[in-house]
């Protein structure tokens, strides 16, 4: 039998997926276990900025995501008839990121690749179609029961990572808490094929378009544009992803252009913010949305949870060397206090619209200091993930 340490990570998202390489990297058995018969291949998060790109770059990933990927150089401010007010160009950051851009990409052409390397570590397994029902610890390990066409299996290890997702079973057999609030706005995401340019001429992958206190995201993928609205309480998610509802709410931003949009569809989804009421219990560490859920705004959610993932999974392999896990408590309680007061905080829908976000960007935008600093807001570089708290500046 292996003397090596053992994980069990349920869930194999953009995070447990993380995680889980790090620790097989790291000479730790890991066992994932996933519910679904393959990876999520739905349409989720699109952005991976700066710290994030630098921990899948460390996985050798960075050439094929640039490759795949939009790369965005810059982030622009425009209000409605008086065009570009803004611009914030990522290369300022050169001196303080191996990798001063965002890239666009869709999280589902991400997981395969890390997948891809994990599954080059012989001491990580991936069992899908493997549903957590069940789990157990003591002061020495774990038991997580699943069910799946294999019947009922129990894998033990000496750690677990709850890396399930928003609606985390895991999270839940474990009796941790989950508080917070679904935001009665969701999210509308209008989809179109056609080159934006042609509409809104000079317009950067990152956009944001401005009326009033209203405003409109726009972000350039490899294959079509996302431009994201909030539909309102009353509006029911048919109506919202309707052609007549949709377009006359783009009319707000693009008058009488709104007659060139060709080729546009929509979804919409709910979004809350929550965190867990700890990241750490005994031998069970939480991450992810299984940890914290926030809007869309910004893009930082998953690239928050991906650094939960790199923080807390070298934070367990520092346990392992030490036998003690100090640092681990640590991490755990920074992660969860980064989500509580960073994560929420940029993310809130009301810190982040309005006519008084577009005067704050512009005055930014216009004094090095003040757009340096909302650079590093913007792009996470100021709340990159630490490993060990109690070092940190
Ligand atoms: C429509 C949509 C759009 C989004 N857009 C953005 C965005 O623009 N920017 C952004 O930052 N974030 C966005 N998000 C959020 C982002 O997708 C998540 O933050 C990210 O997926 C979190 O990764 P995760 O690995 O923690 O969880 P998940 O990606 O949810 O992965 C959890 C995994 O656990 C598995 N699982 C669940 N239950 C069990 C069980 N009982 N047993 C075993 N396995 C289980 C699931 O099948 C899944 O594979 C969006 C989400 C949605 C739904």
Redesign the pocket.
């Known amino acids: 039998m292996s003397s090596r340490p053992r994980v069990i990570v349920?869930?194999?998202?953009?995070?447990?997926l993380t995680a889980a390489l790090i620790l097989a990297r790291g000479g730790v058995d890991v066992t994932m276990?996933?519910?679904?018969a393959e990876?999520?291949r739905?349409?989720?998060?699109?952005?991976f900025h700066p710290p994030t790109l630098e921990i899948l770059a460390d996985f050798g990933l960075l050439d094929v995501l640039t490759s795949q990927g939009q790369l965005v150089p810059k982030i622009q401010y425009r209000e409605r008839g008086k065009g570009v007010l803004a611009e914030f160009f990522l290369a300022e950051l050169a001196a303080e990121t191996r990798c001063p851009f965002r890239i666009h990409l869709e999280?589902a052409a991400v997981m395969p690749l890390l997948l891809e390397k994990l599954q080059t570590f012989p001491n990580a397994r991936v069992l899908f179609e493997?549903?957590?029902?069940a789990a157990a610890q003591s002061a020495t390990g774990v038991a997580i029961t699943?069910e799946g066409p294999r019947g009922r299996e129990v894998s033990e290890g000496d750690y677990l990572l709850v890396?399930?997702?928003?609606?985390?079973?895991?999270r839940d057999l474990l009796g941790i808490g989950f508080e917070g609030e679904t935001y009665e706005e969701r999210?509308l995401r209008v989809f179109t094929r056609m080159d934006l340019d042609e509409v809104l001429p000079g317009i950067a992958p990152l956009t944001y378009l401005y009326v009033g206190n209203k405003s409109l995201s726009f972000l350039k993928m490899p294959d079509l544009w996302r431009m994201v609205l909030r539909a309102p309480a009353h509006i029911s998610n048919e109506e919202a992803v309707s052609p007549g509802y949709f377009m006359t709410r783009l009319k707000d931003y693009f008058a009488e252009d709104t007659d060139k949009l060709r080729d546009v569809w929509a979804?919409v989804?709910e979004v809350g913010k929550r965190v867990a009421s700890t990241y750490l219990q005994g031998r069970a560490i939480v991450?992810?949305?299984?940890a914290h859920?926030s809007t869309?705004r910004g893009?930082?959610?998953?690239?928050c949870?991906v650094h939960d993932a790199y923080a807390l999974a070298h934070a367990l392999l520092a346990t392992f060397q030490s036998g003690d896990d100090k640092v681990l408590q640590a991490c755990a309680a920074e992660r969860r206090r980064v989500a509580r007061e960073e994560l929420l905080r940029r993310t809130d829908t009301a810190a982040s619209t309005g006519a008084e976000w577009l005067a704050f960007a512009t005055k930014c935008a216009g004094d090095r200091d003040l757009r340096l600093k909302f650079l590093r807001s913007a792009t996470m570089l100021d709340m990159r993930p630490v490993v060990n708290p109690s070092l940190a500046a």
Do not use: C, H
């Open positions: 349920a869930g194999a998202g953009p995070v447990g276990l996933e519910r679904r990876l999520n739905m349409s989720k998060a699109s952005t999280q493997a549903n957590v029902v699943t890396a399930d997702g928003a609606r985390s079973t895991t999210v979804d989804f991450m992810g949305d299984a859920i869309t893009g930082m959610n998953m690239n949870g």
